[in-house]
């Protein structure tokens, strides 16, 4: 077997205590994103959420591995650079782990991010509002719910979007330096919450005052989700800033 799928994902401790919890593994934020088909930048760190009620009992398990520690961003890192330093969401996040020892790949996430469904109003509690994904990573942006393709209703063989998932497959969406999730020895469950139910959480978290950065990162996903999934309205959304931007001009004009 290839040596690069025996090798231990920086994971594979977080998935054995999620299943000691009998919590899903479930990621949020950018690379959740990714696998709505949605090419989301990605920063140092892995977003998952949890239950309110299981988070402490988890947090305090994943702080006493040995691969993670409890780490505090509300003072600067200054191995991260400037943005990411003076990125509000990392000091905002209910809990924040760090790796012990990380190596820069390009890929791997140095940071846990981890959330209560309270927090990102996201209901997580029924498995009908989650959808399984073939890996934590993803090298290109993939649709993994193919309903909601921008293409789907078309009959003019005009095609145009993210890949879905059963076209990203035939050429492995997966990080060639990452071990496979969907190996026999290696039976761990990723999932992201469904398009409807995040959007639904991502308006909510618009409208939290006191948290700023995970305002401006829920303000920043739901332009990149209307833009690669809902284009037509995306343009509307667009033609119609452009349109209050002349308006204003020549109301100013009149004023003058």
């Known amino acids: 077997m290839n040596s690069l799928t025996n090798d231990p994902s920086i994971f594979d401790g977080v998935h054995e ?5 009998n919590h899903p593994f479930i990621l ?6 990714r696998w709505m088909g949605v090419n989301a930048p990605l920063d140092p760190a892995c977003d998952i ?3 309110k009620n299981q988070f402490i009992r988890i947090v305090t398990h994943l702080a006493n591995h040995k691969d993670w520690k409890i780490t505090n961003m509300r003072h600067e890192d200054p191995n991260l650079g400037y943005s990411f330093r003076h990125d ?3 000091a905002e996040a209910d809990a924040l782990l760090e790796r012990k020892c990380w190596t820069d790949d390009g890929v791997n996430a140095r940071y846990l991010r981890i959330w209560s469904d309270e927090t990102l109003h996201l209901n997580i509690r029924s498995r009908s509002q989650l959808v399984r994904v073939p890996d934590i990573h993803t090298r290109k942006p993939v649709l993994v719910e193919m309903d909601h393709h921008p293409c789907r209703h078309r009959d003019d063989n005009v095609w145009f979007g993210p890949d879905t998932i059963n076209m990203a497959m ?3 969406p997966l990080p060639f330096n990452l071990p ?3 190996l026999p020895y290696r039976n761990y469950r990723v999932y992201i919450p469904t398009i409807p139910a995040y959007l639904d959480a991502l308006v909510a978290q618009k409208e939290q005052d006191d948290k700023r950065g995970l305002r401006k990162s829920a303000s920043r996903q739901m332009n990149l989700l209307f833009r690669y999934l809902l284009r037509d309205l995306w343009n509307a959304m667009k033609e119609a800033e452009s349109d209050q931007e002349v308006s204003g001009e020549e109301s100013a004009k ?3």
Request: proline residues 8%; hydrophobic residues 50%; charged residues 20%.
């Open 17 to 21: 205590i999620l299943a000691c919890h």
């Open 28 to 33: 949020v934020g950018p690379r959740a994103i």
């Open 49 to 51: 959420v949890l239950r």
């Open 88 to 90: 509000p969401i990392f």
């Open 170 to 172: 035939e050429s492995s």
């Open 180 to 182: 496979r999730r969907g």
């Open 254 to 256: 009149v004023a003058v």
